[in-house]
């Protein structure tokens, strides 16, 4: 009889609260597990065909040498990292991260590879694919431009929600602010990256092959497209590039709207302080006696190296000649 009344006094819990607790929102967890499941991350193989690149992506991919030694790697391994994609409402996949490993896949002859799909809004598809590709360990500063121009306009999109807020109790951050401690670089190199999506791709071109330095292009954004255009052809036709003064010089006049050709042509052939003792020939001039393979960064070695043979051969001339 003991044993009864210590039974009685269990408090016993419905059938439904035992295997269906009520959580916050007043839903039962089982249903609440079954909705998360639906937007969990999904990995899945699927033809490369069926995989299109992102829009404007400004990652460029190179068949190069680490190319080939990641198609090699999986040929032997596979794919060991799948890329990101997202569903289109084609029905299709559009590629996030991961446009490097689609190409070595093709070029290892794979028909299919391994994909993680997410459910991600255009904006939140920006910023993961920026936020991927910035781990490279080689990035152009064209790459850099483009790709935080996309990622702060997509923060700003988003209305400075919660990608802008570091901690829900501090203070919120500016998209550039939010980027800058993401990326590393300062707001003022942010500012001046996202400048130079102003330049024409011809100078732009310039900047990625070390050709123009990054702080005069950063000057030359601010000339409009026809001042672009005749500074290109004069620096193609004098064969040089502007310093950083003169490229601030034009930026004023541009401001001022002084600057035409005439004016570009002066200061683009203007002796610089660097230039005062250096001795300098038309390339043209040249150019037929230049072996094709040879690199432009050789090519000054390769004529000091003829003259200096050339003058071996005219000692040897006038020895012959007494």
Do not use: W
């Not at 203007?270 to 043209?284: A, D, G």
């Amino acid at each position: 009889m003991a044993t009864n009344k210590s039974a009685a006094k269990v408090d016993l819990k419905p059938f439904d609260e035992i295997f269906m607790p009520q959580k916050d929102d007043g839903k039962p967890s089982f249903f609440k597990t079954l909705e998360e499941e639906k937007h969990k991350d999904l990995t899945i193989e699927v033809p490369i065909s069926q995989i299109d690149g992102f829009p404007n992506h400004p990652f460029k991919v190179i068949n190069d040498d680490s190319m080939q030694e990641l198609v090699q790697s999986i040929k032997e391994n596979g794919l060991i990292m799948p890329a990101i994609v997202r569903k289109k409402d084609d029905g299709r996949f559009e590629l996030i991260s991961g446009h490097r490993r689609k190409m070595a896949c093709k070029l290892a002859g794979l028909e299919k590879m391994s994909v993680t799909v997410r459910e991600l809004d255009r904006d939140s598809a920006i910023i993961t694919m920026v936020d991927s590709n910035m781990q490279r360990d080689k990035i152009l500063p064209s790459e850099k431009a483009f790709a935080y121009k996309m990622r702060l306009e997509a923060m700003n999109r988003q209305g400075q929600r919660n990608d802008l807020t570091s901690d829900p109790m501090g203070p919120k951050l500016r998209s550039n602010e939010q980027l800058s401690q993401n990326v590393g670089d300062s707001l003022t190199q942010i500012k001046r990256f996202v400048r130079l999506t102003e330049l024409q791709p011809e100078i732009l071109k310039m900047v990625d092959e070390n050709t123009l330095g990054f702080r005069p292009a950063v000057e030359l954004s601010f000339l409009n497209t026809q001042e672009q255009q005749d500074l290109l052809e004069t620096m193609e036709s004098e064969e040089r590039t502007p310093s950083l003064a003169q490229a601030q010089r034009m930026k004023r006049l541009s401001a001022d709207g002084q600057l035409d050709m005439e004016a570009i042509f002066e200061i683009m052939t203007e002796e610089k302080p660097n230039e005062k003792e250096k001795f300098t020939i038309p390339r043209k001039s040249i150019e037929a006696y230049l072996p094709k393979n040879l690199t432009r960064d050789k090519e000054e070695e390769y004529v000091a190296k003829a003259l200096e043979y050339y003058h071996r051969h005219l000692e040897r001339q006038r020895g012959l000649e007494r």
